[in-house]
């Protein structure tokens, strides 16, 4: 099986794809794609039988609950997160990984429509304050650029992530110690 390859060749976690990502054309939905939930609780047993922890890219209520439920590690982007599937992240304490900035400069990239656009800065408000509601809830959260488009500013894509939470509502403080810590955290087991 590949998760056994995947431990055997040094990995210790593994990202599987629980949901497709940010529609363009249709706004407010999530583009097909990702395991089921039954698929999701295989793999997060399989791996979990193998000493291997799981990431899930996650967007969209069902996928998100999906995954948590199935105890993954972190959720990875969450957009369309709900109080609900927040909910459940604060109880199982699975890490969300909001990746907030990476839509914003997707659509940036984007020939999008002009009220597809503004949709998107819609979702992206409400990615921050949900990302204030997972700090308030006690939801663990760790930083990531979701860095994969083209010119790869890591450096600068990472600090506009910090900016985002501190815009989130998260003090300065706290941002700096998630930076350090959150990701550390959340790739111990």
Known sequence: MEILKLRNDGADIIKIIASGVVSFELPGTVTPGGFSADEIRFLVAEAGRHGLSVMAHANGEAAIRAAAEAGVRSIEHGFFMTDAALDILADRKVFWVPTAGALRRAVERAEAR????????QEIDRHLAMIGKAFRA???????TDCVLPDRRYRGYYDDELALFRGA???ADTVERIASEGGRALLQR
């Open 114 to 121: 002009t009220e597809v656009v503004a949709f998107i800065q």
């Open 169 to 171: 509502g998260i003090p």
């Open 138 to 144: 006690g939801v663990p959260l760790a930083v990531g």
